[in-house]
């Protein structure tokens, strides 16, 4: 079956997240009134990346299942970690565990153990910041990340397919990145093709969507091209959508619309959760 390779040290996977950092990731997030989208993104990842670290680490230390890139496209394409892992592309998650950028310290509300929530200061780790300004390079983001990938395959060739999570708030503005997309897709190992999976974060107050099998529920061109341009799930993550909660049936893509922060959270954590982990 494909995607059912088995991941470990010597067989590693591969996350790229390829982030939109045009200038309108500075309006606010739907459906959360008062937070930037590029804010709460930059939150999402780290966490993402923190629990990627989790997820690896055992009594012997962080076990590199997975190489993780970030690239950031607005006025730029780059990769996007800070610190000392700034312009590297591709990081074994080992090396992602020792090297944030800093740590800050933050609040979240945590059980009092009398019904009650009570603030809790707690460390958080950086490795990616909040940047809005200029573009949408989507094209010129889904090239890169095909000749990232490229170099990646030719060494890991019978691994479990590297999976590029591309989250925006809308249009390319360097032409339609369809056949960026296809290439991108077009790369695989033996265990099968690359995944594409898309984010949109919409600005409209319109109904959030996720995992759709169709796009006749999507408002309007750029997200159903979105749809269009995201990979079928694997049959595992539809069993893991569905645990969650999602009514995903087969057909269902990894594509999510205006969701809310949860959501999004909800969506990395599906999208990189791959089987077979040793």
Not at 25 to 40: C, S
Not at 93 to 117: F, H, M, N, V, W
Not at 253 to 274: K, Y
């Amino acid at each position: 079956m494909p995607y059912s390779a088995e991941i470990s040290r010597s067989n590693p996977s591969c996350f790229l997240f390829l982030i939109d950092q045009s200038g309108s990731m500075e309006d606010d997030w739907a459906g959360e009134p008062g937070k930037q989208k590029a804010e709460g993104l930059a939150t999402i990842i780290n966490r993402l990346l923190q629990n990627l670290v989790i997820k690896c680490a055992k009594s012997e230390g962080v076990r590199d299942y997975y190489h993780v890139g970030v690239l950031g496209y607005g006025g730029k394409v780059a990769p996007a970690f800070g610190g000392d892992l700034a312009g590297k592309e591709l990081v074994p998650i080992g090396e992602i565990a020792d090297r944030p950028a800093r740590i800050e310290e933050r609040t979240k509300k945590t059980d009092d153990g009398a019904g009650g929530l009570v603030d809790q200061t707690v460390k958080f780790p950086i490795w990616f910041d909040a940047v809005a300004s200029s573009g949408t390079p989507m094209c010129q983001a889904f090239a890169r990340a095909q000749g990232i990938l490229a170099g990646w395959l030719e060494q890991h060739a019978a691994g479990f397919p590297p999976i590029v999570i591309n989250i925006t708030d809308g249009e390319a503005t360097d032409g339609d990145p369809t056949g960026a997309a296809e290439a991108l897709k077009g790369l695989g190992t033996d265990d099968g093709n690359v995944l594409l999976f898309n984010l949109h974060l919409s600005s409209q107050r319109a109904e959030p969507v996720q995992f759709l099998a169709s796009d006749e529920r999507l408002p309007d061109k750029y997200a159903r091209l979105l749809f269009q341009l995201s990979s079928p799930l694997p049959e595992f993550m539809r069993g893991v959508a569905q645990q969650e909660g999602f009514p995903v049936c087969d057909g269902a893509r990894g594509f999510v619309f205006n969701a809310d922060m949860v959501s999004v959270i909800q969506f990395l954590d599906i999208g990189t959760r791959p089987s077979n982990l040793r």
